[in-house]
């Protein structure tokens, strides 16, 4: 292990180089995989842990026990924390559906932002404030704060995170923001925060892509039209998709069993694949490179192949290699096309 290459400091005159984390990871439970954690990435983002159904599952209580590791974990190792998320639709905690009156949503809102963000003041070094509150033509999706709160609240989310935690810097993070409508959704949503006269930091492109089909020209756009707003520019939840989405209806469980296709690479992922792999990543960062000024982080939505959420989305029981380490913790041909850019 002592001979690969860092990513973080590979890149330590670019960007920060991040990575998402789940609870054992958190927990140090395997060694190995702290080691490549900790000599990878400077930065890290919960998967999980600091979202609202897990941090404030019940109307007066609030479960900090893993987060609280995760500062520490980031403390300890000199690896910034990026807080995930605050004001999201989705992950909500289960209360939230027996509530249906303006002003306990507000007071949820309220409370939880100010309790969250306000524990972690000095020791996260950013927060995804807003997570995907727009629609894929750049409409505000139909959230249950969209509704009893009206527009208002994507700035009023920012307004109460900055008063809570004046020192952090406060994003907000999307996926499929780098498409022209959704990304013109978000320019808007951007400037109505800046109107309102709360700060915002910078804005996150998810980045969760299909191999053979990333979209460059559509994420340079982006990256240039954010920045021009004043913006940080992150990529914030990267991975390259390799199987087919062909998954639609019911019974997609049952036709995964009998159809081996829609799962095809569960003995390894073929020699073109991993090419076709490595030249998007190499790409990707030659471009992120070229704007390494307006881009400040980019982190991994996950450690391994193993730990990516896209082993069981759409469905469970996928074999999935979205990233750049494999399932025993060594690089994968992208790894060393994204290295090779810096020699
Ligand atoms: O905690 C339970 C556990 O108790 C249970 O045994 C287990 C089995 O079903 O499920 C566990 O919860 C799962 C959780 O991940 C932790 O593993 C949820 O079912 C599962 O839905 C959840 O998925 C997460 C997903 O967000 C939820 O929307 C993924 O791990 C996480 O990678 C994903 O991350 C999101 C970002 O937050 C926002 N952007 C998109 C990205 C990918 O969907």
């Given amino acids: 292990?002592?001979?690969?290459?860092?990513?973080?400091?590979?890149?330590?005159?670019?960007?920060?180089?991040?990575?998402?984390?789940?609870?054992?990871?958190?927990?140090?439970?395997?060694?190995?995989?702290?080691?490549?954690?900790?000599?990878?990435?400077?930065?890290?983002?919960?998967?999980?842990?600091m979202k609202s159904a897990l941090i404030h599952p019940k109307w007066d209580t609030y479960d900090f026990v893993v987060p609280d590791k995760l500062v520490a974990f980031g403390k300890k190792h000199n690896i910034k924390i990026n807080g995930h998320t605050l004001v999201w639709h989705s992950q909500l905690p289960s209360?939230?559906?027996?509530?249906?009156?303006?002003?306990?949503?507000?007071?949820?809102?309220?409370?939880?932002?100010k309790t969250v963000a306000g524990r972690y003041k000095d020791n996260i070094f950013s927060w995804d404030v807003v997570n995907e509150a727009l629609n894929e033509d750049g409409t505000l999706r139909k959230t249950v704060f969209l509704d009893y709160l009206g527009e208002g609240y994507i700035a009023e989310a920012f307004r109460l995170t900055q008063q809570a935690a004046p020192n952090v810097e406060l994003y907000y993070n999307d996926y499929n923001n780098e498409q022209p409508a959704k990304r013109a959704g978000c320019i808007e949503l951007i400037k109505k925060v800046q109107a309102s006269g709360a700060r915002i930091d910078g804005v996150g492109i998810q980045g969760h892509w299909h191999v053979g089909k990333v979209p460059f020209k559509d994420i340079e756009e982006s990256i240039l039209q954010y920045a021009a707003l004043g913006l940080k520019v992150m990529f914030t939840e990267l991975d390259i998709e390799v199987l087919p989405r062909n998954f639609q209806g019911a019974d997609v469980n049952q036709r995964m069993a009998s159809n081996p296709s829609l799962n095809p690479y569960t003995a390894g992922l073929p020699d073109d694949v991993q090419k076709q792999l490595a030249a998007d990543y190499e790409a990707l960062f030659k471009l992120f490179l070229k704007h390494k000024d307006k881009v400040t982080r980019v982190t991994l939505w996950g450690v391994n192949d193993a730990n990516s959420w896209l082993n069981g989305w759409p469905v469970r029981g996928r074999t999935n290699y979205p990233l750049l380490f494999d399932r025993n913790n060594q690089p994968k041909p992208a790894f060393y096309s994204v290295v090779a850019l810096k020699k």
């Fill in 95 to 113: 209360f939230i559906r027996g509530v249906h009156s303006k002003d306990s949503i507000q007071t949820f809102f309220n409370d939880h932002i």
């Fill in 1 to 49: 292990a002592q001979s690969i290459p860092s990513l973080k400091d590979t890149f330590k005159n670019d960007f920060g180089i991040g990575t998402a984390l789940n609870n054992g990871q958190i927990e140090e439970r395997d060694p190995a995989m702290t080691q490549l954690i900790v000599s990878q990435f400077n930065m890290a983002t919960p998967e999980n842990v």
